[in-house]
């Protein structure tokens, strides 16, 4: 499996989301709604959720492993890092 592509939609209101990201696997399935949150150890992402009727809330779509999972974590942070420096050069100008 690979990520062929990323998307980052920042959040530029105070709160611990960040971003919005969509990836595409293998160009050929898209995750919509993954958030970039900051928490208390740093950030990190949170897959597409929805609210049950019991009121918690359960992943939409999301790895079967954790290495599955650091590996989408990873190429996310690293996307949404390259979109702050960018918007950082761009304050800049």
Do not use: C, W
């Not at 990836?23 to 958030?35: A, G, R, Y």
């Not at 900051?38 to 939409?60: L, N, W």
């Amino acid at each position: 499996m690979q990520i062929t592509d990323v998307r980052v939609r920042k959040i530029s209101k105070e709160g611990k989301m960040k971003a919005i990201v969509s990836i595409t696997i293998d160009n050929e399935f898209v995750v919509h709604d993954i958030k970039v949150i900051e928490g208390e150890k740093g950030i990190f992402i949170a897959m597409p959720s929805r609210k049950a009727a019991d009121g918690e809330y359960r992943d939409v779509a999301h790895p079967i492993n954790s290495d599955t999972r650091d590996m989408i974590q990873k190429i996310i942070l690293e996307k949404y890092e390259i979109a702050l420096l960018e918007e950082s050069e761009e304050e800049e100008i």
